[in-house]
């Protein structure tokens, strides 16, 4: 079975702070796609990130990183210099268990507050 | 269309009613999810579909829970003789195939409320 635990229920951080959210997972599969969705106030979830288990290499995109890690099974996501628009439920979530569709289990999110 | 479109954002229905909620996927993706988004609960996967079939119905919580895909467009979740436990924010995402993988387009979801 699969599983994603989003340990930080809820962040709180002043403006300009880095923040760094975390997610590990379990699956038996040795091929499997990790994502991040963000989901703000709005409510419509918004795919951020994917990667595929073969692919360790770290990525950066503006003030985003994620740092994905077998040995730990993580996939912990960064932003950097955090603003206030970046206020919103973030989900990880882990595509596995050899479907070749992409049926994907969710962490239980993490709520990010950004005070200005 | 441009976006994933559900419909109606809101409803509320009294408990023992039946329900429709409806998606429009992005034109041209055959791949279609249903999921649920509840306090307690999180995310769950409801359903899969690969153009009209649905290869993959197993996350449906019971049966009193169907949907069924149309044209390989629209679809439509129902929910019959609905129970308070059925409140949640339903969510539809589309993709381009089944091989896509890519990371879905979430619709801003059905919020459903059992009075």
């Known amino acids: 079975a699969q599983k994603v635990t989003q340990a930080q229920t809820e962040i709180s951080v002043v403006e300009k702070e880095d923040v760094t959210l975390d997610c590990v997972y379990e699956t038996r599969d040795t091929t499997y796609y990790l994502f991040w969705y963000k989901q703000p106030p709005s409510g419509e979830l918004v795919f951020l990130i994917r990667r595929n288990s073969f692919d360790e290499q770290n990525e950066i995109s503006g003030r985003y990183s994620w740092n994905f890690q077998k040995s730990t099974s993580s996939f912990n996501f960064t932003i950097t210099a955090s603003q206030v628009v970046d206020s919103a439920v973030y989900f990880c979530?882990?595509?596995?268990?050899?479907?070749?569709?992409?049926?994907?289990?969710f962490g239980q999110g993490t709520i990010l507050t950004v005070h200005p | 269309g441009a976006g994933v479109s559900q419909s109606p954002s809101n409803k509320v229905t009294e408990k023992g009613k039946d329900v429709e909620l409806r998606c429009d996927p992005i034109?041209?993706?055959?791949?279609l999810y249903w999921y649920r988004q509840s306090l307690g609960q999180g995310l769950e996967f409801l359903i899969y579909?690969?153009?009209?079939?649905?290869?993959?119905k197993s996350g449906l919580p019971s049966d009193r829970f169907s949907a069924e895909r149309t044209g390989g467009s629209v679809s439509t979740l129902t929910i019959q003789r609905t129970q308070q436990e059925d409140s949640a924010v339903y969510l539809c995402?589309?993709?381009?195939?089944?091989?896509?993988?890519?990371?879905?387009?979430f619709g801003s979801g059905t919020r459903l409320t059992v009075v």
């Open positions: 995402a589309s993709e381009p195939s089944r091989l896509a993988n890519y990371g879905y387009t």
């Open positions: 979530a882990l595509n596995a268990g050899g479907t070749s569709y992409g049926k994907l289990t």
């Open positions: 579909f690969q153009g009209n079939s649905a290869p993959d």
């Open positions: 034109s041209g993706h055959t791949a």
